[in-house]
T-cell receptor
Framework: QQQVKQSPQSLIVQKGGISIINCAYE??????FPWYQQFPGKGPALLIA?????SEKKEGRFTISFNKSAKQFSLHIMDSQPGDSATYFC??????????????FGQGTELSVKP | DSGVTQTPKHLITATGQRVTLRCSPR?????VYWYQQSLDQGLQFLIQ???????AKGNILERFSAQQFPDLHSELNLSSLELGDSALYFC?????????????FGPGTRLLVL
């Protein structure tokens, strides 16, 4: 129940295209859903995050769509660029009063944007 | 640069040995997290400290322990090392202890157990 399932494992997109990465969860207690971006040799960095009281959040070319009833959320990268090539992780966490700030991560998606 | 520093960057050791990984959080951050990243398990939460006290615990092995010192730096101790402990170990920090605080990750320590 603590798992977050992420797909696809890898994704190849042409420059200018839309990259879509999906995540699903079981634990309805999760109340915070961040996406992290990781470049080779670096630590993950927060990209964008959403709470379940909204269905969509947009920051620049990055959008999170959230479907509470389906327990799914996804990351959309519009106008994908070669510089977006990285590994993307979705994550989820429960209210901190009993779980602290612990993040449960998906398995990651390796995105490659071809010029 | 996230502002989180980790030392050493690389560590090669033998089975049965003990190692200590060190993390300095961003200036002003009170919370420190440790994560393990491996090919088969992905990114796994190990433990969180907030202002010197343990705040949350994940699937951390009994052979592993951590602490956060008064100056807020943290150390992760791994003992009786096994081949399967080879992984990237990340430290992250955040200002507070709640789940909605942005966690800033360090560059990681790559541990290889031979």
């Amino acid at each position: 129940q603590q798992q977050v399932k992420q797909s696809p494992q890898s994704l190849i997109v042409q420059k200018g295209g839309i990259s879509i990465i999906n995540c699903a969860y079981e634990n309805t207690a999760f109340d915070y859903f961040p996406w992290y971006q990781q470049f080779p040799g670096k630590g993950p960095a927060l990209l964008i995050a959403i709470r379940p009281d909204v269905s969509e959040k947009k920051e620049g070319r990055f959008t999170i769509s959230f479907n509470k009833s389906a327990k799914q959320f996804s990351l959309h990268i519009m106008d994908s660029q070669p510089g977006d090539s990285a590994t993307y992780f979705c994550a989820a966490s429960s209210p901190s009063y009993n779980q602290g700030g612990k993040l449960i991560f998906g398995q990651g998606t390796e995105l490659s944007v071809k010029p | 640069d996230s502002g989180v520093t980790q030392t050493p960057k690389h560590l090669i050791t033998a089975t049965g040995q003990r190692v200590t990984l060190r993390c300095s959080p961003r200036s002003g951050d009170l919370s420190v997290y440790w994560y393990q990243q491996s090919l088969d398990q992905g990114l796994q939460f190990l433990i969180q400290y907030y202002n010197g006290e343990e705040r949350a615990k994940g699937n951390i092995l009994e052979r592993f322990s951590a602490q956060q010192f008064p100056d807020l730096h943290s150390e992760l101790n791994l003992s009786s090392l096994e081949l399967g402990d080879s992984a990237l170990y990340f430290c992250a920090s955040s200002a507070d202890w709640t789940e909605q605080e942005t966690q800033y990750f360090g560059p990681g320590t790559r541990l290889l157990v031979l």
